[in-house]
Nanobody, 121 residues
Framework: VQLQASGGGLVQAGGSLRLSCAAS????????MGWFRQAPGKERDFVAA???????SYTDSVKGRFTISRDFAENTVYLQMNSLKPEDTGVYYC????????????????WGQGTQVTVSS
């Protein structure tokens, strides 16, 4: 599976962005797809994930603000980010794995190249 993330940018606090992750290669529809972010000097952290059946999981700090979704026809997963805060700044990565949803980056087999999100105060 090859993953291509896009949609990052610079936005003011309170604004919105939508990230996209286009998948190609093996069967995307059966994979768990997740979003992670990495701030400078910090570890890569879980943001959200969705299973093939539509189950979703979010880290507490983004609940109610971010929504993960996927378009099976387009082999794309999205992360709609609303009410952005400066602490949401980082490089956002999409990732894929088979089996169940997990927040551990080490459990994901496939990674996109990352897209920068910067939220100014």
């Amino acid at each position: 599976v090859q993953l291509q993330a896009s949609g990052g940018g610079l936005v003011q606090a309170g604004g919105s962005l939508r990230l996209s992750c286009a998948a190609s290669g093996r069967t995307f529809s059966t994979y768990v797809m997740g979003w992670f972010r990495q701030a400078p000097g910090k570890e890569r952290d879980f943001v959200a994930a969705t299973s093939w059946s539509g189950d979703t999981s979010y880290t507490d700090s983004v609940k109610g603000r971010f929504t993960i979704s996927r378009d099976f026809a387009e082999n794309t997963v999205y992360l709609q980010m609303n009410s952005l805060k400066p602490e949401d700044t980082g490089v956002y990565y999409c990732a894929g794995r088979s089996s169940y949803v997990t927040p551990r980056p080490a459990d994901y087999d496939y990674w996109g190249q990352g897209t920068q999100v910067t939220v100014s105060s």
